[in-house]
């Protein structure tokens, strides 16, 4: 029989956010004796670290006191602005991907997955177009004959892996598939998902096609990884034309003894991008230029 307790549990092991699993446990395990007040306790006990924990993180990756460089920004227009979800999967987003291991910490503490489920919600609440660039690997790819560094580790760890182009066998839920509570955004006919991008950037796939076919020529760009697709795609879509606005704490990097994935994409966005948002101001935008 499944308990309250059960269901609490179940809940916290499928969120990637380790604080939250924590405050639910301990709501589980005070639930059989009934202790109400101890259940509001924790919820303002999570928001607190949740607050304690965000205010860190920004003041980790803070814009320098006295920016070098000029201020500049992007405007949303409707007919023209588009939202650019890149690599909204497992592999990179859930605690059970192959990945997790060097992005975990990254995009937990930026609240990497609501933040872009919150964009999703804004831009379809508000007939935003919203474009989806996948990463698949398929069998033939893994004959290449050379590889980059991090090609060599996607590939060796069979990250984003599918069975065949042309089939779905084994997709759902895999690693290559979409996080969970996006399926509703994605999966919902209106969405472009377009071909998937080989290595880092849309070079490969009809993401820029899709774009001006639709008359975008402004995007909002969010997903995985800040320093690897994430950077590759502002850079491809800068160079074709576009202005390009990244949502900094929608996406997120890998932390190795090599060094901080998202801090080295962070001052590129600053360097290169048209504007650097927040999740809150890209929604805030989103909605009032509707």
């Known amino acids: 029989m499944t308990t309250d ?13 380790t604080t939250r699993r924590r405050v639910l446990t301990g709501v589980a395990g005070v639930a059989a004796a009934g202790a109400a007040a101890a259940t509001a306790a924790a ?11 965000e205010a860190k993180t920004r003041a980790t990756y803070a814009d320098p006191a006295n920016p070098g460089l000029p201020k500049v920004d992007m405007n949303i227009e409707p007919g023209r602005t588009a939202l650019v979800v890149v690599d909204p999967q497992i592999d990179f987003l859930d605690d059970k991907g192959v990945s997790w ?6 995009v937990t503490e930026h609240g990497v997955v609501d933040n872009l489920e919150r964009l999703f919600i804004a831009a379809k609440a508000t007939d935003m177009p919203v474009v989806v660039s996948p990463h698949y690997y398929y069998p033939q790819d893994h004959n290449w004959k050379f590889e980059g560094t991090l090609e060599r580790v996607m ?6 892996d599918r069975a065949d182009p042309l089939s779905l066998k084994g997709f759902e839920g895999s690693g290559a598939d979409w996080m969970p509570q996006y399926k509703k955004y994605i999966e919902d006919g209106k969405t472009i998902v377009c071909s998937p991008h080989k ?48 949502v900094r704490d929608a996406t997120a990097g890998a932390k190795v003894p090599e060094g901080d994935g998202y801090l080295a994409a962070l001052i590129n966005f600053r360097m ?9 101001e890209a929604v805030q935008r989103i909605t009032q230029g509707a």
């Not at 590939?155 to 984003?160: A, C, E, Q, S, V």
């Open 5 to 17: 307790k059960d269901r609490h549990l179940g809940t916290a092991e499928r969120s990637g956010d």
């Open 43 to 53: 919820v303002v006990g999570r928001d607190a670290m949740a607050t304690t924990k």
């Open 101 to 106: 291991g060097v992005v975990g910490e990254s």
């Open 155 to 160: 590939h060796d760890i069979k990250m984003f």
């Open 199 to 246: 290595v880092y950037g849309p070079e490969q796939n009809d993401l820029v096609l899709q774009l001006r076919k639709i008359g975008m020529d402004k995007v909002i760009l969010a997903g995985m990884s800040a320093n690897l697709c994430v950077e590759s795609h502002m850079r491809e879509l800068l160079e074709t034309g576009f202005e390009v606005a990244v």
């Open 272 to 280: 290169i991008a048209n504007a650097v948002w927040w999740t809150d």
